[in-house]
């Protein structure tokens, strides 16, 4: 029999590979869009593919370290390993979180009427797109150095306190002030673009409604909801964000949760990780509904490709 540490293990794996799977094949549909059907491009797949590289990082540098306990190698990362790993995950997944709410917003104009107070912004939005990506990483950067400072790899598990623990790293016990005072950044930062999620989502829930109120009020075929392009876009970005919220609220909830035990329990953590990584995981699998064409067509050319250089040999 297997136990339940091997189990969990290949529950990581599994996940591990689902995840990279799936925002692999979406950024080479995006990539293949780039490339090849440039007159198809548009600004928001910029997005996207931000979102996807974003999504591999968090599911790599959160999901591998977890995995190696589940094995036997609870100590294969030394202090800077530990403090490398850790950065960059936190670093990624608040990147993920600004992205989400950034697509959210964009889309949320996307779709305004032309006499909407907002529509002004349209034009300017293919503009914001780089100068909000150095913004994310910029502030995402400077908020969670402290990791460098204050993380070390565990040697032991006898951990008590205030502080973030895992089963490869913990952090040093820090006076009280100082871990509020980053916890107050972390909270402002997460509740900013939460709602900024919540609010374009709602706007946009709003839209669909009166332009299908309008449409049946017309009894007019063409502007049924499922015709427009725009529209299916918002639907799937909609689905997206619903997950984004529902895995972000549930994360955090048990993330202050094992913050605030006084006695920790590092392989609890680990739940954490599995909550937190099924977003960028499900993520890709989500936004492929309105690429299954693409998918196919891309499919198709890559076979014929190999056909061709097959039998020319």
């Not at 925002?23 to 910029?46: A, E, M």
């Not at 669909?208 to 918002?234: G, M, N, W």
């Not at 509904?289 to 067509?297: F, G």
Request: with cysteine; hydrophobic share 45%; net charge positive.
């Amino acid at each position: 029999m297997f136990s339940s540490d091997a189990i969990l293990g290949f529950f990581f794996i599994s996940l591990i590979c689902i995840g990279l799977m799936g925002n692999l094949v979406l950024f080479t549909l995006y990539i293949d869009t780039f490339l090849t059907q440039s007159c198809l491009k548009k600004p928001i797949d910029v997005i996207f593919i931000h979102l996807t590289l974003v999504n591999v990082l968090t599911i790599l540098f959160k999901l591998i370290p977890d995995v190696m306990p589940s094995f036997g190698e609870r100590y294969f990362l030394d202090d800077v390993g530990c403090k490398t790993t850790l950065y960059i995950y936190r670093v990624t997944r608040g990147l993920s979180i600004c992205t989400t709410a950034f697509l959210s917003v964009f889309q949320a104009i996307t779709i305004n009427p032309v006499n909407s107070k907002w529509a002004w912004l349209r034009s300017k939005l293919s503009m914001c797109i780089y100068p909000s990506f150095l913004f994310f990483w910029a502030i995402n950067l400077l908020i969670y150095i402290h990791i460098i400072e204050t993380v070390r790899a565990r040697n032991n598990f006898t951990t008590a306190g205030l502080g973030y623990y895992a089963v490869y790293c913990q952090t040093e016990q820090l006076e009280h002030h100082y871990s509020m005072a980053f916890l107050n950044v972390m909270v402002i930062r997460d509740l900013l673009f939460v709602v900024l999620v919540m609010w374009s989502s709602i706007y946009m829930v709003t839209l669909l409604y009166k332009h299908r109120q309008r449409a049946q009020h017309l009894h007019s075929l063409s502007l049924s909801p499922q015709s427009s392009p725009e529209i299916k876009a918002t639907h799937t970005i909609l689905l997206l964000v619903g997950c984004f919220v529902f895995f972000y609220c549930l994360n955090n909830f048990i993330a202050f949760y094992f913050l605030y035990l006084p006695k920790k329990n590092p392989e609890m953590e680990r739940i954490t990780g599995i909550i937190s990584s099924c977003y960028p995981s499900l993520c890709p699998f989500v936004l492929m509904k309105n690429k299954m064409s693409q998918l196919t067509s891309f499919l198709s050319r890559v076979t014929i490709t190999f056909s061709q250089r097959t039998f020319s040999r």
